[in-house]
Every structure is written in structure tokens, then in C-alpha cells.
């Protein structure tokens, strides 16, 4: 019997959590991802832009203005950055014009 609720619990997570894993079908997600990933040159950076792309298309209707206007300054000025500290600085940079 425990076994079975077990079982019955491990499959019904798995089925509303896999969607969550792989994320709905979203293009412009995706296309995001796809055009601002690939240049990027260090793992903070891509956290960093891959944080914003997600902002942006899966929960941009939430965002106020001055939140969309950070996450496009990111995405367009993080891209090819190397190091941790420059990003940092990008971010801040973004983060004061967008008040944020």
C-alpha cells in the first residue's frame, strides 16, 4: 500500500514538474536564448543574460518598464563580457539607469 502511494505521488510530481524543467514552448524565449547565449564568454554572463531572457519572455507581462529597460540594457551589453567584474559593473550600470 505504501509502495503504491508512493509510486502514485513520484508520477503525479513528475508530470506537473517536467513541463517546469523543460519550460513551455516559447519562441521568443527560446530565440533569446539562442542569439544572446552564444557569444557569451563566461559563466557568470550567460547566468546573467539567460536571467534576463527569462525575465523578459516568460514573465515580461509582469515586469514594470523601468524592469523591461534593465533586462534589454543587460542583454545588450553583456554579451561578449569575460570577466565577473565587468559584468558586475554592467549590471550596476543598468541597474542606476533604469532606477532600479
Known sequence: MLNAAFLFVSITLAAVLSPLAYGSANPEYDQCIL????????SFAA???SSSCDALYRNGAMLLP???A???CVLQNVLTVRGAFAVNEILHACRRQNQM
Not at 35 to 42: A, C, F, M
Request: overall charge positive; charged content about 25%.
Open 66 to 68: 523601468r524592469e523591461r
Open 47 to 49: 547566468r546573467q543574460i
Open 35 to 42: 542569439h544572446s547565449l552564444g557569444n557569451s564568454q563566461s
Open 70 to 72: 534593465y533586462h534589454l
